[in-house]
């Protein structure tokens, strides 16, 4: 178990790099910039028009059935990935290649399907 | 111990220099191709030091906050939109026997999973600017994002079918010539999905300047604005790299694989990313319908036809 998490300490390591680049460029940056602030300019800009109503404008997440549609697919899609070292092994061969296309199947009937309800149209 | 510090610098140094690389050709190739003149003058030959004159400039412009903005969200994002670059480039290897800062067991796995993050950097500027445009241009990020990730994962999977193993230079080993037209499909459309995760052109719908101003980026400037535009060129970096990876053989090459390793990926990088910057000029901006047509009519199919095509020509000759 040990050995196992330490492959991530360099990737800790390498995540604490990046913050500092971030980090060191901004505060270096802090030396360097003006901060002479005015009502105007903490104004948001939007479109260069002073802005009318409030940025979290109500809208219509037209595509949250995308989104379902992600969701069902995704978590299919993360099972072919410790399924697809293995899936040629000695012993398996046929089998998981039949089991593939009843899984290829399952995709696509419900990608038709979905085609066929109008969802994949965007309005 | 002495051996990982190196790679660890190696790697940050490859995340400095290689984007800003990509920027300045960007700059070169986009001026040649449409006959600019601006980006050819700073400096003189060839306008060498535009790129300079930009960091300078970017360097000493005011942080500007908007009071109506979600402070601390707007100030953390585009550190989110570039660092999980950075994290992906450890994974990546460029050459043969080790030369791979870390060699993760699933490292396919983990690239996609961190490439995908650095989206959340541009759904967060779209939300906390507090800007109508903003927002929208934040949604469409998101609705983006979720489209192109399925034939994105379902191409790579399929490179992992046809390698037996997750580990990225793993799959670089069992790479052959004969994969190119096995796995071509594949290819195009992790590399279309992927441009479609950058929001490059010509799916920079999320940032269509002729009607949501600059998207979720537009309430920022200064340093601020700088990271999100090197967050793009960081993202081709590692699109192109992975690309490299999976699909053109990494370090293969014609000849001297093991001590030239390293040359033959760059050059496989640079040419993918001279690709990037073309398609950028040559094609017209999708629209918001067509992108998602796209993803889920073409992308989607094409890429369960190429697993289907990986495993049968797997079973029947591996």
């Known amino acids: 178990m040990r050995t196992y998490f330490d492959a991530y300490v360099g990737l800790a390591v390498l995540l604490l790099v990046g913050g500092a680049i971030v980090g060191g460029g901004l505060a270096a940056n802090r030396l360097l910039r003006p901060h002479r602030p005015t009502p105007e300019k903490l104004l948001t800009y939007e479109c260069g028009v002073d802005p009318v109503g409030e940025g979290w404008a109500h809208s219509y997440v037209r595509y949250y059935v995308f989104a379902y549609l992600y969701v069902v697919f995704a978590v299919d899609a993360v099972f072919l990935f410790p399924w697809a070292t293995v899936f040629s092994a000695p012993g398996y061969g046929l089998t998981t290649l039949g089991e593939m296309f009843v899984f290829l199947a399952f995709l696509a009937a419900g990608l038709a399907y979905a085609g066929k309800k109008g969802v994949l149209s965007w309005v | ?318």
């Not at chain 2, 090197?230 to 999976?246: D, F, K, N, S």
């Not at chain 2, 690709?275 to 009519?297: C, G, H, N, T």
């Open chain 2, 1 to 318: 111990m002495v051996e990982v510090v190196v790679k660890l610098a190696l790697v940050a140094a490859a995340f400095a220099v290689l984007p800003l690389l990509v920027g300045q050709a960007e700059h070169k190739v986009m001026a040649h191709m449409q006959g600019r003149l601006g980006p050819m003058y700073a400096g003189g030959f060839h306008g060498w030091a535009q790129l300079v004159a930009d960091g300078v400039k970017f360097a000493q412009k005011e942080d500007v906050v908007p009071r109506a903005a979600d402070r601390w969200v707007f100030k953390l994002a585009p550190g989110v939109a570039l660092v999980p670059y950075l994290l992906v480039l450890i994974v990546v290897p460029v050459g043969p026997d080790g030369q791979v800062a870390l060699d993760l067991g699933l490292g396919l796995f983990f690239a996609l999973a961190v490439m995908g993050v650095g989206v959340i950097g541009a759904i967060m500027a779209g939300w906390a600017s507090a800007n109508k445009y903003s927002l929208l241009g934040g949604m469409r990020v998101a609705a983006q994002l979720m489209s192109y990730e399925l034939p994105m994962v379902f191409a790579a999977s399929s490179v992992a079918m046809a390698a037996g193993t997750l580990s990225l230079p793993g799959i670089v080993g069992e790479w052959r010539w004969w994969w190119l037209p096995w796995q071509a499909i594949g290819a195009v459309v992790f590399f279309v999905a992927g441009l479609a995760e950058l929001r490059r052109p010509p799916f920079d719908m999320p940032v269509a300047d002729s009607e949501i101003i600059f998207g979720p980026y537009t309430e920022y400037g200064g340093l601020r604005f700088a990271l999100f535009i090197l967050a793009e060129y960081a993202g081709i970096v590692v699109l192109c790299a992975l690309t490299t990876v999976l699909f053109l053989g990494g370090w293969k090459g014609p000849f001297l694989d093991a001590e030239l390793g390293w040359l033959w990926t760059l050059l496989k990088v640079a040419v993918l990313a001279f690709l990037v910057i073309w398609l950028r000029v040559s094609y017209p901006r999708m629209r918001e319908d067509q992108l998602q047509k796209l993803a889920w009519a073409y992308l989607v199919p094409l890429s369960l036809g190429q697993l289907a095509l990986t495993g049968v020509l797997k079973v029947a000759f591996g």
